[in-house]
């Protein structure tokens, strides 16, 4: 099903309201502690780089962790005003690419955390999400992307995988997470992501993204949702949702949608070689490393 245009942001007030009074928040969700963002940090980077970080190791002397903090750039505006600024559209929402936070996304065949992914990506949501999720298929898009960030955020307590499964990094699906209300950052993208393919998002439209922050200090997981030709960001620590381009704090490490994988890298621009000339012949190799630099570039 196509998702709508995101043009329509007045959204009725009782269609919202009875969207979320199906399912009030429970009284545990937020509450982080802190701290707690140490294990964003060290699972996901041991399991891309192969090994603790040396920082791992000096915090875990000193027993102590990085705040959970709201990245800074989560003060500008919301959705719906980015929208009525009509800002043009985000060139990874025409390209296709999950070009995000600034970067340039590079698709590969395989990454380290495959496994975690394709266990997850095409479960079905169940119960009481499900039919929230049937609840919000009359809404616009901007009114599904708003509900399913605020009823994740509020319906799940963050719990490191240690301590909820022993081990870390477990990727657990939408009704997982949400029956236990509890789950660490790529579970909230991951519910959201589920929920919202649920309420008629295509999987083309819906990316779970690995970035790192480096305001936490840490690996963290978000969910990216394109719509009306815009990337939006989903995620734990906000329950605004936010034009990709408005989020300058992360950088993105992974990607993964339905249809490919990509690893991320950003466009370097070099200044022009000037080479100081004394004869023809050193004018003329002037010129092939002008010519070699701008091709280069391309």
């Known amino acids: 099903m196509a998702i709508r245009t995101l043009s329509r942001i007045s959204i009725g007030l009782s269609a ?5 009074a199906l399912f009030p928040a429970s009284a545990s969700a937020q509450s982080v ?5 140490g294990s964003l940090v060290w699972s996901k980077s041991e399991a891309i780089l192969g090994a603790p970080s040396a920082l791992q190791a000096i915090l875990a002397q000193q027993h102590a962790a990085p705040a959970r903090v709201a990245p800074a750039s989560y003060s500008v505006p919301r959705l719906t005003q980015a929208v009525v600024r009509m800002q043009p559209a985000d060139e990874g929402a025409i390209s296709g690419r999950p070009d995000v936070f600034g970067s340039v996304a590079l698709q590969v065949a395989h990454t380290p955390l495959d496994a975690r992914w394709h266990a997850v990506e095409h479960r079905p949501v169940t119960g009481a999400p499900a039919r929230f999720a049937a609840a919000m298929k009359p809404l616009d898009a901007s009114a599904q ?7 994740v955020n509020r319906h799940v307590r963050y719990e490191e995988d240690e301590q909820r499964f022993g081990r870390p990094d477990v990727w657990a699906t939408a009704n997982e997470t949400l029956r236990s209300g509890r789950g660490d950052c790529e579970d909230y993208a991951i519910a959201k992501l589920q929920l919202l393919r649920a309420a008629g998002f ?3 439209d819906l990316y779970l993204t690995i970035v790192h922050d480096p305001v936490r200090r840490a690996d963290h997981a978000v969910l990216v ?7 939006f960001v989903l995620d734990d620590g906000t329950d ?12 993105p490490i992974l990607t993964f949608a339905s249809y490919g994988e990509w690893t991320h890298g950003y466009r370097v621009d070099r200044a ?4 100081a000339a004394a004869d023809e012949n050193q004018r003329s ?7 070699f630099n701008a091709g280069f570039n391309r």
């Open 16 to 20: 919202t309201a009875a969207a979320l």
């Open 33 to 37: 502690p802190v701290g707690a963002a």
């Open 145 to 151: 992307l708003q509900l399913v960030n605020r009823y």
């Open 202 to 204: 295509s999987d083309r």
């Open 225 to 231: 949702a394109r719509a009306g030709g815009h990337m």
């Open 240 to 251: 605004e949702v936010l034009d990709s381009r408005a989020v300058s704090d992360y950088r």
């Open 272 to 275: 022009p070689v000037e080479v």
């Open 285 to 291: 190799r002037s010129a092939s490393l002008l010519a």
